[in-house]
């Protein structure tokens, strides 16, 4: 089981999001870990592997980091987790993991299909559950909870893809919503009201 604090992952998190995928050697890793090549190696065979790790931990550490979402969440609830799910898709870990596979894709399709499948269903999940709870079949709350976390988050995460906006630099929890954002939050919420059904 890797240790999902271990400086290796972080440094080469750090790496493969700063550098990209192709441009960081498993020496750029070592350095920043303040460790040695021989040891990076003996812990992740191959850089393919080293950034599976990365994946495998950063998936982890979301799971912990998307609330949870009571079936009887009222409006201020419903935009605290609203709030949550824009600064974790927005913060500059999640940014530059989405930047990462958008250049590298291609190399490593299958991490970024686990990454992206991963994410999104963490993401989804409560609102997914929430909206049956209130009236839609599974396969519609499915599709209103993808659609709804794309309206909340697509404009927050262009801005900050394309270096409009910088990401919010602490992990999710720490930082304070722009007045972009809260507003974005907002029209967000009264969507999902309205599909709420009784």
Do not use: C
């Not at 190696?41 to 080293?50: A, Q």
């Not at 995460?157 to 809260?182: H, I, S, V, W």
Request: proline content about 4%.
């Amino acid at each position: 089981m890797l240790n999902k604090s271990d400086p290796v992952l972080q440094a080469a998190k750090d790496a493969f999001i700063d550098r990209g995928y192709r441009a960081t050697s498993m020496d750029d890793v070592a350095r920043l870990a303040g460790t040695t090549k021989r040891t990076v190696y003996n812990n992740f065979k191959s850089k393919e592997r080293l950034l599976q790790a990365v994946v495998e931990a950063t998936i982890e550490k979301l799971k912990t980091t998307v609330p949870d979402l009571a079936e009887s969440a009222d409006k201020r609830e419903l935009t605290a987790f609203a709030r949550r799910v824009l600064e974790i898709s927005t913060w500059r870990g999640s940014i530059g993991m989405q930047r990462l596979f958008i250049a590298e894709g291609e190399a490593i399709p299958q991490l970024a299909e686990l990454f992206l499948a991963a994410t999104s269903d963490a993401i989804e999940r409560p609102i997914r559950l929430w909206l049956a709870a209130h009236g839609h079949k599974d396969g519609e709350a499915r599709v209103a909870a993808g659609r709804w976390i794309g309206e909340l988050t697509a404009q927050a995460r262009l801005d900050r893809l394309l270096g409009k906006t910088a990401p919010y630099p602490q992990e999710p929890g720490g930082n304070e919503l722009t007045r972009g954002d809260n507003a974005a939050v907002d029209l967000a919420i009264e969507k999902l009201l309205e599909k709420k059904r009784r």
